[in-house]
């Protein structure tokens, strides 16, 4: 047994340094599996959430703006498109003689109707 | 011994189990203990102590090499034991005092050994063994106390005090029963 003055406060801190006891054997189990639900519920960092939200935003944006000139392109395309074929059909002098075709003449019509439906998607 | 520790430090900072576990085998009994002397309860103690050492695992980066690694687990082990009491106990209330009370306690200037602290400390009540142990135990100041426990320096001083009175006191009782029994 070490005895030794209450005031002295060095060897006593020593003794303290020194002394040992054991924890139960089951102790280390409970770290580790504190530690493994650690790993499992990977904590993302608020950062990585921004990052994954401005992504988001972005590709949003961009999806828009492609899908807008398209809607734009694809009017004037109908448009010019609508507008040429009418050339063609005006072409066609149907008041000059009523009732009467060519038959090439109603062939070139029927395609021209079929383009110009398909191209303003009608 | 130094160096293979500050690779056991390196290889806990990336998380590895095997260096953790050689870490936990190096400290868990000088640590227990930590926790065991301010906590009365062996289970609480444990739970305390388990909760300590996730926190050295997960806050190892934090450790800058500055100052004792030991220490620095010390110092988390005992932090952890403060919060525990405060939780439990209101710690705060029970180390209080008035001032005016230092005056009337004389300090014991018997002998007394670090086994026979041990047996007893047990019986001290909460705010006098949280002052016993931080001030023989972990070598620290009354003001470094008063500001830990949020109370005054006076009233620190007056609890180590008396909880060494107390002490001798449980000492005595016990010797002169087993000069009794003899």
């Known amino acids: 047994m070490i005895i030794m003055n209450i005031n002295n406060q060095t060897k006593l801190y020593k003794s303290a340094l020194e002394h040992k006891t054991s924890p139960s054997p ?10 493994g639900q650690d790993k499992k519920v990977v904590k993302m960092p608020f950062s990585k959430y921004m990052w994954i939200a401005a992504a988001f935003i972005a590709i949003v944006g961009v999806l828009t703006i492609f899908n807008s000139n398209n809607t734009i392109v694809k009017g004037a395309d109908a448009m010019a498109s609508t507008q040429g074929y009418s050339e063609q059909i005006e072409v066609l ?30 | 011994m130094v160096a293979n520790l500050e690779h056991i430090i390196t290889q806990c900072k990336s998380q590895d189990p095997d260096a953790q576990k050689v870490l936990y085998d190096l400290y868990k009994d000088t640590l227990y203990a930590v926790c065991i002397r301010y906590i009365k309860s062996a289970h609480d103690a444990e739970d305390v102590f388990i909760d300590a050492f996730y926190k050295i695992f997960t806050k190892i980066d934090h450790f800058k090499g500055e100052g004792s690694f030991e220490g620095w687990m010390r110092r988390i082990m005992v932090n952890e034991s403060l919060m525990f009491l405060r939780k439990k106990t209101n710690l705060h209330l029970t180390v209080e005092l008035p001032d005016k009370e230092i005056a009337d306690v004389q300090e014991e200037e018997d002998d007394m050994s670090f086994d026979d602290i041990m047996k007893v400390l047990d019986e001290l009540p909460v705010g006098y ?13 009354h003001r ?19 909880a060494k009175k107390r002490l001798y006191e449980i000492l005595k009782k016990k010797e002169n029963l087993t000069f009794k029994i003899k």
């Open chain 2, 129 to 141: 063994r949280t002052i016993f142990n931080l001030y023989i135990f972990e070598d620290m100041k």
């Open chain 2, 144 to 162: 470094e106390i008063a500001e830990m426990l949020g109370i005054s320096i006076n009233t620190s001083k007056s609890q180590l005090i008396l």
């Open chain 1, 93 to 122: 002098d149907i008041n000059s003689e009523p009732g009467i075709y060519e038959i090439q003449k109603l062939a070139g019509l029927k395609v021209a109707y079929k383009k110009l439906s398909e191209k303003s998607g009608m």
């Open chain 1, 26 to 35: 089951n102790a280390w189990n409970r770290i580790q599996e504190k530690l």
